[in-house]
């Protein structure tokens, strides 16, 4: 039997697009970070299909919202190439399917799901919903001024084969990044751990030196921690280590590091702080700590803190070692002066 001239270029034209979908899957597979992964995935679908828009959307509820959030400022294209929707509005367009939705007709019904960078003169949309752990995330979108690229009965199985990869890759993507998190933060309070923090007061120590510029740390625990955890419980105890940690990242700086040491004991280094300012970044912080009280089970009570300072322009500071255990010393004197203070008031 002989094929028509118009099916073998019919047969051609699927096999070149099924290529180009492969090619796709393929440059995504390996990558292990959110930014890289979603530019790519972008950037090879806009090309391999010179499509005039490509997007992704995200419902904020999502566990990828988030972290997604935090690449936006680093990507321009993912600045104007993402939507975050509610699940309410993602579930009242896609009516929760899986499958992909294509549409070329009242395509007003679609705009909680396009953002702002893409123009509303387009004839027809593709909509291909993304999944983690099997529960729907967002989607992959496409739109295009010509009506008939995304007509309702074109064969969607290769959009939707895609979807399906980038679900898969996507769990590679969130399980690699959440690794990662943990590696660099304390899991208890989100802040950068002992291990990070030590390597990043050893660059600020050097950077300080070799420009003659001044740099501050702060060394800090929570009073009384033992009492709150025997009185209150450990859970309450958790809660107050994180409501530590959230005064004092309200405060800082985005040059400034905040860090759990251990325990209950903080680190805060300050570049280019004088001590009268890390004092007033101090002031801040225990003013928060005595107006916001940690509650919960019935229970109601305040924080107070001790902390101690050191600066690179102090005697005997030669490193980053040096100058960790002169905060540390100085917070010792600090607690042992209110203890003091404490014992004369009590007599």
């Known amino acids: 039997m002989e094929i028509s001239p118009s099916l073998m270029a019919l047969l051609k034209e699927n096999e070149e697009i099924a290529e180009k979908f492969n090619e796709i899957e393929i440059s ?18 806009g090309d391999k299909f010179s499509l005039p828009y490509i997007w992704i959307c995200i419902i904020k509820e999502s566990p990828i919202a988030t972290q997604l959030k935090k690449n936006l400022d680093n990507s321009a294209l993912l600045k104007t190439a993402t939507a975050f929707v509610s699940r309410q509005q993602f579930v009242a367009v896609t009516k929760n399917r899986f499958a992909p939705l ?12 396009v953002p702002k960078s893409v123009d509303w003169d387009i004839g027809s949309i593709a909509i291909a919903p993304i999944t983690l752990d099997g529960d729907i995330v967002g989607s992959i979108n496409q739109a ?28 590679n993507v969130t399980a690699h990044e959440r690794l990662r998190y943990m590696a ?17 007061l050893d660059r600020e120590f050097v950077r300080a030196s070799r420009y003659k510029m001044q740099l501050t740390l702060l060394f800090l625990d929570l009073d009384d921690f033992k009492t709150i955890n025997d009185t209150h419980g450990h859970d309450m105890g958790d809660k107050a280590l994180c409501h530590v940690a959230g005064c ?27 001590r009268p300012q890390a004092e007033h970044y101090m002031d801040r912080v225990t003013h928060m ?59």
């Open 184 to 200: 660099y933060h304390d899991p208890l309070t989100g802040l950068l751990n002992r291990r990070v923090m030590e390597r990043i």
């Open 144 to 171: 295009d001024p010509d009506q008939n690229r995304f007509a309702p009965d074109i064969d969607a199985s290769l959009l939707e084969r895609l979807a399906v990869k980038v679900s898969l890759c996507l769990s």
């Open 28 to 45: 995504i597979l390996n990558i292990l970070n959110f930014q890289d992964f979603l530019e790519k995935l972008l950037f090879e679908i």
């Open 102 to 113: 294509l549409a070329n007709t009242a395509l007003d019904r679609y705009a909680a799901l």
């Open 248 to 274: 004092l990242t309200r405060f800082k700086r985005d040059s400034d590091v905040v860090a759990r040491f251990a325990g209950d004991e903080f680190v805060v280094i300050l570049p280019s702080t004088s």
């Open 289 to 347: 700590l005595a107006a916001t009280a940690v509650s919960g089970n019935g229970r109601r009570f305040f924080l107070h803190v001790s902390h101690g300072v050191s600066c690179i322009q102090d005697p005997d500071i030669d490193s980053a070692k040096t100058m960790l255990t002169a905060a540390d010393k100085s917070l010792y004197r600090a607690k042992m002066k209110k203890k003091s203070a404490e014992k004369r008031f009590s007599e």
